[in-house]
């Protein structure tokens, strides 16, 4: 589903470029959870924009297989319509523009250019609704404009009603669990794995800590470090991770 191949990618503006990610390697097979987890700054974020073509991240080298597709090859609103979706570490508010008309306008242009039918307003409703009561968020909440004034637990929930109604392949959710509580923790959880883990699926959980994964279990756990994959484990990684902190479990790496 995805193959990250020896990436680099930079940030061109900053002091003449700034190399980030230093030959990072990563394969998603359909049907697997696979967590990122790694120290502040160590690219994780940087990763998932290059991945979904953010303007402002260079890719130097290395490649990048969506499905098969060169996927840096193609323009931010391709990726999104053959099947990447990205979960941001903050959600953008978009004013005067509510939930469900923007849902609706993403949804049809995905499948206008996967050459399907839009759905009409009833049926995108029925289908929305159906996302909403999965994540616990009141209908009412997606006739409001888009993350405006929603509290940072009702974003992310918010989000994952996106993630629902768009259907993706491969999703590459960052930091979804950052300002959650444990309630709500549970149902964002609870509705990535109803959403996400299917055996025609993959998902990419970019996170700091174990938490997020006693609800989606991964299978397999990554260390980013300097912009570069410098360990990988099952399950049991985060565990340590969390039980004895990222200097000690690295250094065993170096
Ligand atoms: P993480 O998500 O793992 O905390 P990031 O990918 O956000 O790490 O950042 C990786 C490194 O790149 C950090 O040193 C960060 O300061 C730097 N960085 C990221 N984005 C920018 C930017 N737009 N301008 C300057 N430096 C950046
Ligand atoms: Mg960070
Ligand atoms: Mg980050």
Same mark, same amino acid.
């Given at each position: 589903m995805l193959e990250i191949k020896d990436l680099?990618?930079?940030?061109?503006?900053?002091? @003449?470029?700034?190399?980030?990610?230093?030959?990072?390697?990563?394969?998603?097979? +359909? &049907? %697997?959870?696979?967590?990122? #987890?790694? =120290?502040?700054?160590?690219?994780?974020?940087?990763?998932?924009?290059?991945?979904? @073509?953010?303007?402002?991240?260079?890719?130097?080298?290395?490649?990048?297989?969506? +499905? &098969? %597709?060169?996927?840096?090859? #193609?323009? =931010?609103?391709e990726r999104a319509a053959a099947g990447l979706f990205l979960g941001f570490q903050y959600p953008v508010e978009i004013p005067g523009v509510s939930n469900v008309q923007f849902l609706r306008e993403a949804l049809n242009a995905q499948r206008q250019a996967r050459e399907e039918e839009p759905l009409t307003g009833g049926e995108f409703l029925k289908h929305a609704k159906e996302q909403a009561a999965l994540l616990k968020l009141d209908m009412d909440m997606l006739k409001r404009q888009v993350n405006v004034g929603f509290s940072g637990g009702e974003k992310k929930r918010a989000e994952m009603v996106q993630m629902g109604i768009l259907d993706p392949k491969l999703a590459v959710l960052d930091e979804t669990d950052s300002g959650l509580d444990i309630d709500a923790l549970k149902t964002v959880g609870n509705g990535?794995?109803?959403?996400?883990?299917?055996?025609?699926?993959?998902?990419?959980?970019?996170?700091?800590?174990?938490?997020?994964?006693?609800?989606?279990?991964?299978?397999?756990?990554?260390?980013?470090?300097?912009?570069?994959?410098?360990?990988?484990?099952?399950?049991?990684?985060?565990?340590?991770?969390?039980?004895?902190?990222?200097?000690?479990?690295?250094?065993?790496?170096?």
């Open positions: 680099h990618a930079e940030i061109p503006d900053v002091n @003449g470029g700034k190399q980030i990610l230093n030959g990072l390697s990563l394969t998603v097979n +359909a &049907g %697997e959870v696979h967590a990122i #987890m790694g =120290p502040n700054g160590a690219g994780k974020s940087t990763l998932a924009y290059v991945l979904g @073509g953010r303007p402002g991240y260079e890719v130097t080298g290395g490649s990048v297989k969506f +499905a &098969g %597709e060169d996927l840096l090859e #193609m323009d =931010p609103h990535i794995n109803a959403i996400m883990r299917k055996p025609d699926k993959g998902v990419l959980l970019i996170t700091h800590y174990q938490r997020l994964l006693d609800y989606v279990k991964p299978d397999f756990v990554h260390i980013l470090s300097q912009g570069r994959i410098v360990k990988t484990g099952e399950a049991d990684l985060a565990q340590r991770l969390e039980a004895e902190g990222y200097d000690a479990v690295m250094a065993e790496v170096a």
